[in-house]
């Protein structure tokens, strides 16, 4: 079978799916029944985990692994601040939801072009963390595609997470 073509994404490229696609992610009321799912129906079996707080008090975790090229991203979120990560979760029982697409932005002229399109195109910001120092994100909503649209610009300690991500 011939291999499939791969062509590496344009860096400068406009247009809000048109940047270098590096994640996909799911948000989860059960992270360790989600990480099971994902280990035994679908193969990806070595993760790593991080913990902390929203920006509203709440606690989020979030489970990573590298598989078939790209990051894949758990995400279970509770307390105060959790409602942009469960507003796709059902009430009362165990759910796995498609949340957003990623795509990395690598450089400094990259994330201003970025800014730019946002502005532009008129594109609502749901979400935002913009520290400077380890990962800037804008989550965009793309009502027509039923998820949002994540875009990261990682910092040194960022890449150094995204390359300690174990791969399945």
């Given at each position: 079978?011939?291999?499939m073509i791969?062509?590496?994404?344009?860096?400068?490229?406009?247009?809000?799916?048109?940047?270098?696609?590096?994640?996909s992610a799911w948000?989860?009321?059960?992270?360790?029944?989600?990480?099971e799912?994902?280990?035994r129906?679908y193969?990806?079996?070595?993760?790593?985990f991080?913990?902390?707080?929203?920006?509203g008090?709440?606690?989020?975790?979030?489970?990573?692994?590298w598989a078939?090229?790209?990051?894949?991203e758990?995400?279970?979120?509770?307390?105060?601040?959790s409602?942009?990560?469960?507003?796709m979760l059902?009430?009362?029982?165990?759910a796995?939801?498609?949340?957003?697409l990623?795509?990395?932005?690598?450089d400094?002229?990259?994330?201003?072009?970025?800014?730019q399109e946002?502005?532009?195109?008129?594109?609502?910001?749901?979400?935002?963390?913009?520290?400077?120092?380890?990962?800037?994100?804008?989550y965009?909503k793309?009502?027509?595609?039923?998820?949002?649209?994540e875009?990261v610009?990682?910092?040194?300690?960022?890449?150094?997470f995204?390359?300690?991500?174990?791969?399945?």
């Amino acid at each position: 079978m011939p291999d499939m073509i791969k062509r590496e994404a344009v860096p400068a490229a406009s247009g809000m799916l048109c940047k270098e696609h590096s994640h996909s992610a799911w948000v989860t009321n059960d992270l360790d029944k989600a990480v099971e799912t994902f280990t035994r129906r679908y193969g990806v079996d070595d993760f790593t985990f991080i913990e902390g707080a929203t920006p509203g008090g709440g606690q989020i975790k979030v489970a990573f692994a590298w598989a078939g090229g790209q990051i894949l991203e758990i995400i279970q979120c509770s307390g105060p601040g959790s409602e942009f990560y469960n507003e796709m979760l059902p009430e009362g029982e165990f759910a796995i939801r498609f949340h957003h697409l990623g795509f990395v932005i690598h450089d400094e002229a990259g994330w201003k072009q970025l800014e730019q399109e946002l502005k532009d195109g008129d594109w609502p910001i749901a979400f935002s963390t913009l520290s400077g120092d380890f990962i800037d994100a804008y989550y965009i909503k793309a009502p027509e595609l039923g998820h949002y649209l994540e875009y990261v610009r990682p910092f040194e300690a960022g890449n150094q997470f995204y390359n300690a991500v174990p791969v399945s």
